[in-house]
């Protein structure tokens, strides 16, 4: 671990441009579940029912529970020593620096990242199924049929489903953010769903000298394929030794 910390560290060293794209497992420390680990997020619960427009049209009660257990639970949560590493690492590069998370329990920003895109929407945040306005809305209790404060229409979370498109805005910032990188940080995430997953071939493909990229994961994943080094270990570890790496 002690080379691959040092190599990572080099290659960061030089980068004019860093992108990270982080998934679960960051905020695992914090004690918020991941998805597809044993015990996870979709444990108890059908994806299609939760997490989709159909489930929503069937239920938006259930899903309202759902996402209002996990607002209660972020709600306990602060970020943890990788989240506040990320803080720092952002300091290093300035408006040079993306961080393109999945996380919607808005944990990066909570700990004090600015350039952050939340390509999967937020648990702060609610949309108007009427008047599509988008609200911050924290995590104060919302209940389980919240109306929109305008317009009295039906509230949904601010969450990319399966099956739905992401933004169209914050996505090409990803995808600039990806490509334009010198150091892709994949840090917490299984790598599985895209089209969030293809930032990381991005970062490789289609410029004359790719990107290097560094894995961050307790083990390997469909990410290591395209990694130049995995650094495996719990990412509130192993962020702040990178850090104190680079100096
Ligand atoms: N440190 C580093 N990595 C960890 C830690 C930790 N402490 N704990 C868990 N992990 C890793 C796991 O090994 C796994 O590879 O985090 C990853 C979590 O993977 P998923 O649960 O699949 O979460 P994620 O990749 O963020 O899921 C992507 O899928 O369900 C949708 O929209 C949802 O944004 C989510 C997307």
Redesign the pocket.
């Known amino acids: 671990l002690s080379a691959a910390l040092d190599e990572a560290a080099d290659w960061l060293r030089i980068a004019e441009r860093v992108c990270v794209l982080?998934?679960?497992?960051?905020s695992?420390?914090s004690g918020v579940p991941?998805?597809?680990?044993s015990d996870?997020?979709?444990e108890g619960h059908r994806?299609e029912d939760v997490?989709s427009p159909d489930g929503w049209d069937r239920n938006p009660l259930l899903v309202w529970q759902f996402y209002n257990a996990r607002r209660a639970n972020v709600a306990t949560v602060k970020p943890n020593p990788?989240h506040h590493a990320l803080v720092e690492m952002e300091k290093r590069w300035g408006d040079r620096f993306t961080l393109v998370t999945?996380?919607?329990d808005g944990l990066h920003l909570e700990a004090g990242s600015v350039n952050v895109l939340e390509i999967?929407g937020s648990l702060r945040q609610t949309r108007c199924t009427a008047c599509e306005s988008v609200a911050n809305r924290g995590l104060e209790p919302l209940g389980d049929a919240p109306e929109c404060p305008q317009c009295h229409g039906r509230l949904r979370p601010h969450?990319?489903?399966?099956g739905e498109g992401l933004p169209d805005d914050v996505w090409s910032a990803a995808m600039v953010a990806a490509h334009e990188c010198n150091v892709l940080l994949v840090?917490?995430?299984?790598?599985?769903?895209h089209p969030?997953?293809s930032l990381i071939p991005i970062s490789k493909r289609h410029k004359a000298v790719p990107a290097k990229v560094i894995e961050?994961?307790?083990?390997p994943?469909e990410a290591s394929a395209y990694a130049d080094v995995g650094l495996y270990?719990?990412?509130?570890e192993?962020l702040p030794k990178l850090m104190q790496r680079l100096g």
Do not use: C, K, M, Y
Not at 22 to 26: D, H, I, L, M, Q
């Open positions: 982080s998934g679960a497992g960051v695992a420390e991941t998805f597809r680990a996870g997020l979709w994806i997490a990788g999945q996380n919607v999967h969450i990319v489903w399966f840090v917490g995430t299984s790598a599985v769903v969030a997953a961050v994961n307790l083990t994943t270990g719990p990412s509130g192993i």
